[in-house]
């Protein structure tokens, strides 16, 4: 229970994004914190660095159909890019599933993610699934006891769950030549989206 709590509570050797009791993100050693902590100096540059790469590849997707960047708030200041995330619209394809999209932006060299696979409101935590683990049954009573999960919908957390693709920070510590390649990995996909549909996919 110790691990879990620590880890998101997330049961061991479990899927990544499946939530079994109210945890924390408490998994840092003291030497990780030690190594991070002498990079803090470098912490404004590169958030400046990806802000600047994140704008320009904004541009370039927005000219390609069927991608959707997301849209800042005009009142941010700035924009951390730990994920860079946009929605891929299937029907704007013809038809290519998310998960053809990715194994082929893959093909081309492009590593990109799913991310959540389901709403925050589907985790285990939230039903019944959290009683048979017997994690902190303590703590149900501070839970929405009157709230059935199972019923509640949020159609925009679950379309976000199926469009999503995430590319994570690292790519935009690169310079803008890594931009253009990721922009013209996806408008190849796209001009060859025909030949997608035929992927398998796991």
């Not at 959540?116 to 039903?127: C, G």
């Not at 049954?137 to 059935?148: G, H, I, M, S």
Request: net charge negative; glycine share 6%; proline share 6%.
């Amino acid at each position: 229970m110790a691990r879990a709590f620590s880890n998101y509570g997330r049961g061991k050797g479990g899927i990544w994004y499946r939530h079994y009791l109210p945890g924390t993100n408490l998994r840092m050693t003291e030497f990780q914190a030690a190594v991070l902590l002498g990079q803090l100096s470098r912490l404004e540059e590169q958030t400046l660095h990806r802000e600047r790469n994140a704008a320009w590849l904004d541009q370039a997707l927005s000219a390609i159909p069927g991608i959707r960047v997301q849209q800042c708030d005009p009142r941010v200041t700035r924009r951390s890019v730990h994920v860079y995330m946009f929605r891929f619209v299937s029907e704007e394809w013809d038809g290519v599933t998310r998960d053809q999209f990715l194994q082929a932006l893959q093909a081309e060299g492009i590593t990109g993610s799913s991310g959540y696979p389901i709403p925050l409101y589907r985790m285990p935590v939230f039903s019944k699934e959290a009683d048979e683990y017997g994690f902190m049954p303590e703590a149900r009573p501070y839970f929405a006891q009157d709230v059935d999960y199972t019923q509640v919908h949020c159609p925009n957390a679950e379309r976000l769950c199926r469009e999503a693709v995430w590319f994570f920070q690292p790519w935009f510590l690169g310079d803008q030549a890594d931009m253009q390649d990721i922009a013209d990995a996806v408008a190849k996909l796209w001009e060859y989206r025909r030949e997608l549909t035929g992927i398998p996919v796991p």
